[in-house]
């Protein structure tokens, strides 16, 4: 069995939103799958609504582990395809689907071994950039499919808006 577990990292957190200072907006957090024998991690970005107009906004010098963790946890579909992520990335690791081998024709040239390319380099090197990411992310709270962290969302707006595609 595939357990998921994970750790706040960071917190994102903006100097002032709707007059609050220091207003959370989102979390950097690693994500950790195992099996018991092998693990895996990944760090990711979870946003993070606040009502700030709430009398019950929680400043950042206030803020416990349990309050942060109980926000990150309502993003309950973000977080799950995190966890499906992750567990897939654990699953390749100890059950590979594929293998790469060394053709026959090339095997009589090759006079040391191949080096591993390992999950991590090709993980790396198939993630689209922070950029796209960030992006998709946004997409995602403009679509409604995810609730807007709203300094995040607000202030790409704002930038969108002021420098729309031509």
Known sequence: MITTTYEIVNLVCEQKIEGKPDAISGAQIKLTASDGNK?????????????????????????????????????????????FQVKATLKDITEPSSLTKLPAWKQQEQSQPLEVITYETQRRLSYPSLGEQFDMLWHAMDSGEIPHATNFYNRIKAVKDQYPKS
């Open 39 to 83: 693990s895996t991690s990944s760090v990711v970005f979870v946003p993070i609504h606040v009502n700030y107009d709430s009398e019950n906004f929680t400043s950042f010098d206030q803020l416990d582990e349990a309050t942060v963790k109980s926000w990150i946890d309502q993003q309950t579909q973000l977080m799950n395809n995190y966890k």
